[in-house]
């Protein structure tokens, strides 16, 4: 696959050098060493770093911050009056100590100055005397009872007329920078008046074309810069926010629109449907009828894959909504024409789930070769990490041979020694734990580039699949095949030992009516730091989904672990006589395929587990769901987890036990996840509580370096907007020769993510 663009600025010296201009330069040479490592220590190494080093946000002179927020261990910056100021010998030491109060009307924040003699501290008390404003800057402590900040910086706004002379200065908004203990936000907003005074336009590459910059209503570049850093209105920093959400979306679609197009130039197989081929025999035994969303989706990819441009699509549904039974039909149609198709899985387990439930579909579709084999058969192999070097040699033996048409796997699929010679399509189970780099290993195996099937059950609201996703259509099928009974959900409190003991009788009494439960917890051993409740190896591509967001407000309590409470079921009166099985992700593979045979066969009808039952395991008897530390988890991740159960006849219950505070964040969003069912509605909800970092983190777009501003939900029109135009720019001029300001940004976009993408693995 061509790539559009040159991806080695970041790592050529030349290249900062001779197009990074003004913008490259060092800021420690610029500012001095000093204010240059502190910066540094920031993140902000360059003079365009530290313009893009944006206000949290603005004061007002006349408006007071308000104290009240204030947390113990913040770091802050804050506006305020002072009330007091108290000079004074320490009793019984030597030293005198200066205490000034500051307010902002209604509560108060002490400022504490030690100092070897009076004298030292009195130029504090000048400048801080009663009435006067300004600026303090610090972290909170507590002191008997008040919140302190220990010598703060501060500037006094006196100070700063001193300094700048500026009388209209007076009711200028005032930035309010991300800042640290070695540099405070004011000193901050001088170095980015150093920098941005001598600079021009022809040092800054404007990004957005004057007729998008027109058409939305947006200033340029400059201006920009400095309606965000040095406003004379609170509408000069607005807009300058607008401009730059609109410049990130524009540079992001610009570089999927590049990608998407780049991908659509190459040549891929087309695969007519043949009639009377594997897929029409596979379609005769399927035991049930495709639904009319299947159907609907079947016959998008049949069309996509049957053109010589790679089909690129994302495939969205709920769990058990039918997605792999509409892959392998796809996949089918691929081995109809001579190709070869492969599925990739996250996890072992649920690539040997799907080699089992694709197999068990085909029948002896899949025994090609072998007695009792169908004649337009196939042969699927599954490929794993930890297969036996015996098995393996057989398996690539078949891949490369092209005599196998499905080859399922995990990660082990993507290495080198893997060959899949007519490969003509991909299908990737849950994208969102594969980084774009191991889908274009993957994509490069074969001839012609493969056609692309990215299927996913965390439902994405429209913009993150746009943002994370978009250089792919999207499909989604929203209806369960009919005859799913559902789920219940539950919320048990944890310091109600009947409501617990109440969850254990009704495990018994599900297991007794020949049902299965699933016992989920967010560790496997007692005593590990929390915190891993992605364990079983998703954690390390940084789509933790973790929560800890009342940390600071709870004490630490352990968190469950599978060995404990597997310990703990086992002398659980409830549940005397029942089997209790254990899995996670760092047992060995047969031990792990052990424990999901004993629990789908109802020997171990109750399976405590971690996540790695998370996504696509599929036992129907499956009927109760119990989440142990249910906060823990994403609200995405609990929505999976209950998918795993009422997947059969018979209703399925979800119940999640958690301490949390009913007051708190974290029950309110379990509240929102026991409300409802709609998995999208829920992905929006888990957006709107969770920081976007996190959310992009989660979605493994690895772009979240270059996205500052953007929210991807509130932004929906601005993203709608730039993908739009971005698209119709490549379209005409893919190489971006009208644009040039454009083309440095994307070039620099995606080699930041490419540096993203290093650090994450
Ligand atoms: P997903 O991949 O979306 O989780 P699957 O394709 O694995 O869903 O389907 C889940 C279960 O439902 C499987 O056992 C599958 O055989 C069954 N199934 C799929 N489509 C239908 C349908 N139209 N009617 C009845 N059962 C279906
Ligand atoms: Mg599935």
Redo the contacts with the bound molecule.
Sequence with gaps: MNQPIARESRHDPAFLGEVGGRLGRSLEKELGTRTGKALGKLGVHTVGDLLRHYPRRYGDRGKLTALRELRVGDHVTVIAEVSSNDLRQMRGKSGSILNVRITDGTDELLLTFFGKHSRSLEHHQRRLRRGATGMFSGTVSAYRGDRQLTHPNYETFDDLDDEFAAVQKVDWPIPIYPASASIASWQIEKAVETVLRPLTAEDVPEALPAAYRREHDLPDVMTALRGLHAPRTPEDWQRARRRFRHEEAFVLQTALAQRRAATLSDAATAYEPRGGGIRDAFEAR??????AG?WEVAAVLEREIAAPVPMMRLLQ????????????RAMLQVVDGGGQAALLAPTEVLAQQHHR?ITG?LGPLAEAGMLGGAEEGTRVVLLTGSMGAAARRKALAAAASGEAGIVIGTHALLSEVVQIPDLGLVVV?EQHRFGVEQRDALRAKGRATPHLLV?T?TPIPRTVAMTSFGDLETST?RE?????AGVSTNIVPADRPRWVERTWERVREEVEAGGRAYVVCPRITAGENGGDATEDGFSDDGSDELFALDEAAEPRRPLASVEEVAALLRQTPALAGVAIGEMHGQLPTDTKDAAMADFAAGRTPVLVSTTVIEV?V?V?EATVMVVLDADRFGLSQLHQLR?RVG?GTKPGMCLAVTAAHPDSGSFERLAAFAATTDGFELAETDLKLRREGDVLGATQSGRSSSLRLLRVLQDADIIDAARAAARELVAHDPALDSEPGLARMVAESIDEDAAAYLERT
């Design positions: 399927l035991p049930f009828e495709l639904t299947q549904g709920e769990v058990g909504s039918g997605k792999t039974v509409v892959a392998l439930s579909l189970d299927m059950a099928l369960l095949p009919a005859g799913r696509g599929d129907p998918g997947r």
